[in-house]
């Protein structure tokens, strides 16, 4: 730079009187599986040690000179590559790209023609790779400046949507924000049949794309399924009207010393950006005269700046999936912020899952930055996640024809001398969710106290502890099972005991249950029936076990499951299948649930107080979405048929789990250390209102 011109001035004097830039970006993202290890073929060199895997698989196969080829049709060029264990990091002329094993994420600006080489890129992955499906594609961009200087398909967003949806059936597209002002435009599609926790979209079929899950009589019995933790976050800062100070320092000053390399080595020194993450490996490049870009990685995550310091169309941008946190967010904002020193600035969080903050909290935790005012502050959710839709399916209308007991009648076998507490929350919960009946079969002082509690319960006292005088086995057994006509989903455990009556009595309605189909939920100590007894329950898919982290252990010694040589996150799996298709709700810091084909992952954040008896809320409220899935075979209301049986255990334990930690979030968020199991049930109706109601 010419230290006797302006900005304005070198930049007519090399591109011409008309020249402008476009920074805004086009960014894409295909995933080919949700993790490096559900890609083919993936070189894990132990299954034992701790330490990441070279992760040199998949994507990262293709030799440079393919991704040269690709770049053509992209019209940009790489200038230098780095690479770490996870991923490699190209530095482009258009800005950046980035490969790990299972995903590709192409950033370009100008009039770069990014989505004319989406189906090369197809190509590609599964002529080198064996790639053959999509499980996840994001394509977004801003406004342009300039968008009448774009080639097709650019030209317009119409355009863009409609050649995604030629590639990809079923494609979302949203605009968000001003369509008079700043907006974005983001086209999205992902698995249509997800086995995952949590908060993805979910689109129909498209050709391209589909899941990883295992049919169950493909268990392969030495390797446990895959979990699937979804959580990813990317957030961008876009900024404009960058001050001329700022600018200045991104055009080359050849007094200074060479441009490329050296000179963003320079420039990452002078800016302060080498010290946004000193732990960064970056790779940054001065162009000549003006303009710098730079890619940094920090493990299994990356950040890339690019900067279009030109005054008449200056913008700088800051990308990183490097995870941040409500505390942390800002930090990083008002850092990025004081280097580019914008007009005008604006943050996109981008989440698939809430992971340890609430999404609102998390956009209501971005303050305002002295010297700034906030326009605008949007929470957009782009689509429910794809259990959530389904599990919505199985909710009953409420209809003026239907009667009493339709919408699910529940059976609580528990409730001792002892505990009377536990069938109380258990069958309460159901009811508040909205089953219509709820019955509890306990012990009789234990029902004195129940019918005291609740006069909503039916009490019936026909249990019989040890000593007891009066009732066989075999009469308590018929009198229980004389409910069954009128019972939808047996609940076994809550405050039942050990006493030895009281556990063999359970043990023989449990069989009797099993022969009448029934779906079964079984808790606390059921499950020490069930440690003790496991043939009872073996290969009856219809049946739930919900151990806490206590009970989960013995079931596993039980099950003879080693955790030495296991990852703690697989035994589940391992135990699903051990049990033969029994569905596993594993209750602790975040819940799993296996059926030892699929596992979810509940991580939804929870309330901080551990009160007793929340397990027995969730026995409720499995048994309730249970009962509207039977409801939901039977025809109970008009639908279209599409969820299978086979599915119920999976989406009901999961509906229960979320909204159970929705429960005592809110309950904890109101009386803090004080809360109370009971309080938790006074939130059932507003939680399910919040993540389930349309
Ligand atoms: N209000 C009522 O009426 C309620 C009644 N209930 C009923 O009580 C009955 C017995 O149920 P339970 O859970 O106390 O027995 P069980 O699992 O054998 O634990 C034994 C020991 O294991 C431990 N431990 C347990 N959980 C743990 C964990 N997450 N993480 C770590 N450790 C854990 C703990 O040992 P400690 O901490 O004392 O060393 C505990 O003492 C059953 O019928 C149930 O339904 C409850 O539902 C609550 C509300
Ligand atoms: N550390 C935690 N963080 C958040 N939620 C938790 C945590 N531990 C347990 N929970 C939730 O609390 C509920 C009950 O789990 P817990 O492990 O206390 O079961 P439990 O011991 O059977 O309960 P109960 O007291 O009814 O016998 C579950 O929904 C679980 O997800």
């Known amino acids: 730079m010419s230290d006797n011109l302006t900005l304005d001035e070198v930049d007519i004097e090399v591109f011409g009187q008309n020249y402008v830039f476009e920074g805004p970006e086009k960014l894409l993202e295909i995933w080919f599986g949700p993790s490096p290890d559900t890609i083919p073929n993936s070189l894990f060199p132990n299954d034992n040690d701790d330490k990441p895997p070279p992760l040199k698989t998949g ?3 293709v030799e440079r000179v393919i991704w040269n080829k690709f770049l053509e049709l992209v019209k940009c ?27 590709i994420i192409l950033k370009t600006c100008g009039t770069t023609t990014l989505l004319v080489a989406l189906p090369r890129l197809l190509e590609i992955a599964s002529e080198y790779c064996h790639l053959h499906k999509v499980w996840r594609v994001f394509y977004s961009r801003k406004s342009f400046m300039f968008p009448e200087r774009q080639s097709h398909p650019h030209k317009n967003w119409n355009e863009e949507v409609k050649f995604l949806d030629q590639l990809f059936e079923n494609g979302a597209a949203y605009t968000v924000g001003k369509i008079n002002g700043d907006h974005w435009f983001l086209w999205l599609a992902s698995s249509p049949d997800e086995f995952l926790s949590h908060n993805s979209s979910r689109l129909k079929e498209p050709s391209h794309i589909d899941t990883f899950s295992y049919p169950l009589d493909e268990i392969d019995q030495k390797k446990p399924p895959i979990i699937i933790d979804l959580e990813d976050q990317t957030i961008e800062i876009l900024m404009t009207e960058l001050s001329t100070t700022t600018l200045s320092k991104f055009y080359h000053n050849p ?19 080498c010290n946004l993450y000193p732990e960064a490996q970056l790779d940054s490049y001065l162009f000549k005269p003006c303009g710098y870009s730079a890619n940094g ?6 950040f ?26 800002m930090d990083i904002i008002r850092q990025v ?25 998390l956009v209501e935790s971005i303050d305002v930055i002295d010297g700034f005012s906030r326009k605008d502050r949007i929470l957009y959710e782009l689509d429910a996640k794809p259990a959530i839709e389904k599990i919505r399916q199985l909710i009953p209308p409420l209809l003026p024809e239907f009667h009493k007991g339709q919408a699910g009648r529940i059976c609580v076998v528990g409730g001792s001398e002892e505990y009377t507490g536990a069938p109380y929350f258990s069958s309460f919960s159901a009811l508040k969710l909205g089953a219509d009946i709820a019955f509890v079969v306990c012990e009789p002082t234990a029902a004195l106290a129940i019918k005291n509690y609740a006069p909503d319960l039916m009490v019936h006292p026909y249990m019989r502890q040890s000593g007891d005088t009066g009732k066989s086995l075999e009469e308590v057994i018929n009198n ?3 409910l069954f006509p009128r019972t939808h989903v047996l609940i076994v455990g809550p405050g039942l005991s050990r006493d030895k009556m009281m556990l063999e009595s359970a043990k023989g309605i449990i069989t009797k249950a099993k022969e009448k189909n ?3 939920v079984i808790d606390a100590d059921g499950l020490f029936l069930i440690q003790n007894h496991p043939e009872i329950i073996k290969d009856y898919p219809k049946a739930i076990l919900t151990p806490n982290i206590v009970e989960f252990k013995r079931l596993c010694d039980a099950m003879n499951i080693k955790l030495e040589g296991n990852n703690k996150d697989d035994m589940i799996g391992l135990l699903g299948q051990a049990f033969g298709g029994v569905t596993i709700v594993q209750k602790g810091q975040y819940d799993l649930i296996s059926n030892g084909k699929e596992v979810f992952k509940v991580d939804d954040k929870g309330g901080l107080k551990r009160c007793g008896g929340q397990g027995d809320i969730l026995t409720g409220l499995i048994a309730t979405f249970l009962a509207w899935g039977s409801a939901y075979h039977d025809k109970l209301w008009q639908h279209d048929n599409s969820i299978s049986p086979t599915e119920i255990p999976m989406l009901a334990s999961y509906a229960a789990c979320t909204l159970m930690r929705e429960c005592s979030r809110s309950a904890f968020e109101k009386f803090g250390r004080a809360v109370q199991t009971s309080d938790m049930i006074n939130e059932i109706g507003p939680s399910f209102q919040k993540l389930y109601e349309r």
């Open 337 to 361: 912020i004081a280097i580019f020193e914008p007009g005008k600035f604006s943050v996109t969080v981008f989440k698939t899952q809430e992971g340890d903050f609430d999404k609102k909290f």
């Open 59 to 61: 994507l990262r196969l």
């Open 297 to 302: 990685l920090v493990g299994d995550s990356y």
């Open 518 to 520: 029934l779906p079964l």
């Open 77 to 103: 060029e790489v200038l230098n590559v780095i690479n770490n264990d996870y991923m490699d990091a190209y530095l482009l002329s258009e800005s950046s790209m980035f490969i790990y094993p299972h995903k």
């Open 480 to 482: 229980v099972t004389g």
């Open 304 to 329: 890339n700046v690019h900067v279009t310091p030109e005054p008449i169309c200056s913008y700088a941008s800051f990308e990183t999936n490097i995870p941040v946190n409500s505390g942390s967010i």
């Open 255 to 273: 007094l200074e010393g060479e441009s490329g390399t050296e000179g963003g080595v320079r420039i990452d020194q002078k800016t302060g950006l």
